[in-house]
């Protein structure tokens, strides 16, 4: 199999976290030659809202509003975890970056240092109120649910943040020859989803 280099896109609640495992898990079988590095900008968020200092409180609190995080910091988190994990014969999967298009500019630098030539972008689509209502069910779910998950105006926040900046990145790696881009519709049931995302990337399964 060929190194791949995948990111995985759509708004809050559109299921990126349950592709990204299934991805993993099938890449896993298919090519053991070859390490698979996750890239999950929730997840580095989460872990640097654990610490304190004055630049911590500050994320916490745009995240707390529902707010989209400031450029340079998305930026300096998954610039970090490249330069640890990246080292040239793993398979790649980023999980809700870029997120702007001075983060895409970035990371279209990264690809081509790290001889990364064809990422593809997954974009996984929902609307507006299949996000609401699987939020607030996930919220009402869950054991230790996120905040921002059971409250109407901050997801109303990240849906719009997701159409203002998220989408402008979107529409801009369509029209750069470096990316594919495969649209799929989210709102199918998961293994219908699945079976799109793998038959975007030519996948037998």
């Known amino acids: 199999m060929d190194l791949q280099t995948l990111i995985f896109l759509g708004p809050s609640g559109s299921g990126k976290g349950t592709q990204v495992a299934r991805v993993r898990e099938y890449l896993g079988s298919h090519d053991t030659s070859r390490n698979i590095v996750e890239l999950v900008m929730g997840d580095l968020f989460r872990v640097f809202w654990k610490k304190e200092g004055y630049a911590h409180d500050l994320s916490r609190d745009i995240n ?16 970090n975890f490249m330069l640890e994990h990246i080292r040239g014969n793993e398979h790649l999967l980023i999980d809700g970056s870029p997120r702007r298009t ?8 990264a690809f081509e240092f790290y001889k990364r030539p064809h ?10 109120e299949e996000s609401v209502k699987r939020l607030l069910r996930r919220a009402e779910m869950a054991e230790n649910p996120r905040p921002e998950d059971g409250d109407i105006l901050l997801i109303d926040n990240r849906y719009q943040w997701f159409l203002e900046s998220v989408m402008p990145v979107i529409d801009a790696m369509r029209k750069n020859d470096m990316f594919t881009v495969i649209e799929i519709n989210g709102e199918q049931e998961v293994d219908a989803v699945t079976e799109d995302v793998f038959n975007g990337l030519g996948w037998q399964h």
Do not use: H, R
Request: net charge negative; glycine share 6%.
């Open 119 to 128: 990422p593809t972008l997954v974009f996984i689509n929902i609307s507006k």
């Open 102 to 109: 001075t983060d895409l500019e970035a990371m279209e630098s």
């Open 64 to 79: 707390l509003a529902g707010g989209l995080q400031p450029s340079f910091l998305q930026i300096n988190m998954w610039s």
